[in-house]
């Protein structure tokens, strides 16, 4: 069978929300599934390699990969740039793989601009009082741009309003759970798998593959 485009998953949501630990439960729970490697200039955290979670770059070398056009997209968070690399991307979705890109609003915006086939989840806290409280917990930051931070908040909340779809961020398991149901329900969309699956069905009589798969 004509394989698939994979899914371009954009997830994102406001500042703190915890939307790394829901990428990264759900990348070890779901076999297939690949992360975009985002470049960053900000320096690695302990533990975080380069390649894996990021690649860490100076800002010289994140210009020049702006200005050659290799990325799909990039912001500037917190005082440091960060961008996907758009080689990466392509190949995967290319090849039929899923990719999750785990950006910020601002990344998220413009790659739902460019991709409008794209799938794009946001993550929301329970409650304004728990958002607070996490963007507080993350303490790298002084006073003053925390309380920037939370004044900005439902501004930041308002924007879930234009995504596909909202997971909120209360437990873990099950905010994996729902990013999960959401990938096999758009795979089966007319408009992707489900589509050719029909047409299949019509022009050979089975949705099952006759060609035979060891190439005697
Ligand atoms: P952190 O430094 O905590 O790993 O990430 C900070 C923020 O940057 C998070 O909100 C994360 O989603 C966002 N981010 C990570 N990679 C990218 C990227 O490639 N593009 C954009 N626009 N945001 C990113």
Redesign the pocket.
């Known amino acids: 069978m004509q394989r698939s485009r994979g899914l371009l998953v954009i997830?994102?949501?406001p500042?703190?929300?915890g939307?790394?630990a829901i990428c990264r439960a759900l990348l070890e729970r779901t076999p297939g599934v690949r992360f975009?490697v985002?470049?960053?200039t900000?320096p690695p955290?302990p533990g975080?390699r380069h390649g894996v979670?990021?690649y860490f770059v100076t800002k010289e070398e994140f210009e020049r990969e702006i200005q050659s056009g290799g990325?799909?997209?990039?912001?500037e968070?917190?005082g440091?740039y960060?961008?996907?690399?758009r080689r990466q991307v392509e190949e995967a979705l290319e090849r039929g793989e899923d990719i999750i890109?785990?950006?910020?609003?601002?990344?998220?915006n413009?790659v739902k601009a460019k991709y409008p086939d794209a799938v794009s989840v946001f993550v929301i806290p329970p409650s304004m009082a728990e958002l607070h409280a996490r963007i507080r917990k993350?303490g790298s930051e002084s006073e003053e741009a925390v309380q920037r931070r939370l004044q900005e908040a439902p501004r930041w909340v308002e924007q879930g309003l234009t995504y596909q779809y909202v997971v909120v961020n209360d437990d873990l398991d099950k905010a994996v759970a729902q990013l999960q149901a959401i990938l096999i329900a758009e795979k089966c969309r007319t408009s992707r798998q489900g589509g050719q699956l029909i047409r299949r069905l019509l022009e050979r009589g089975s949705i099952e593959d006759d060609e035979p798969s060891d190439h005697r």
């Open positions: 997830v994102t949501g500042s703190a929300v939307k790394g975009s985002s470049m960053t900000r955290r975080e979670e990021y990325l799909l997209e990039w912001a968070v917190y440091n960060y961008g996907t690399p890109l785990d950006i910020d609003l601002v990344g998220a413009t993350r």
